[in-house]
């Protein structure tokens, strides 16, 4: 994970690079899910999640009911007592973490909650999901904290 110790600068200078790629390849992205999620197990498989965390440590996702009453079965706690304890709402009217990094990691970099973790945490960084030209520019930004995304979005520039 020292390759990625700069990661932040190393995805600022690359943004305008992704950024002109999906101005010049908007229609083809759209057609390209398959290559994107090819890409996306590629890196998945080379990148060790446990040595980063980044995404736990800096990343508010958005907690839904669903997340909510999985947690609280999880601690076994009411989902009112999860909301009072570990959530408040943002500028956006959503749940999300009273505090940064998330209360749930731990110090090895685990989840204490893995199995019942929100949904968002489950599916980021989002590069195997359908509809990839969607998110794309959700991508560029994630590139700053996500060596996958980084790596991912690098390697679409050579397709």
Excluded: W
Aim: aromatic letters at 10%.
């Amino acid at each position: 994970m020292k390759k990625y110790k700069d990661l932040k600068i190393m995805a600022d200078k690359s943004k305008p690079l992704f950024l002109q790629y999906y101005k010049k390849n908007k229609k083809r992205l759209a057609k390209m899910d398959t290559v994107v999620r090819q890409l996306h197990e590629e890196v998945s498989s080379q990148v060790d999640c446990l040595q980063c965390a980044n995404c736990c440590r800096s990343l508010g996702p958005a907690i839904y009911d669903k997340d909510i009453d999985r947690i609280a079965k999880a601690l076994r706690m009411k989902p009112s007592d999860v909301v009072a304890t570990y959530l408040k709402i943002d500028e956006d009217g959503d749940y999300v973490f009273n505090s940064m990094p998330c209360p749930f990691l731990m110090p090895d970099n685990y989840c204490s909650i893995y199995e019942h973790r929100p949904k968002a945490c489950r599916e980021y960084p989002h590069t195997d999901r359908k509809k990839f030209e969607q998110i794309y520019k959700l991508t560029v930004k994630n590139t700053e904290t996500c060596p996958i995304a980084y790596e991912v979005l690098l390697r679409l520039l050579d397709e």
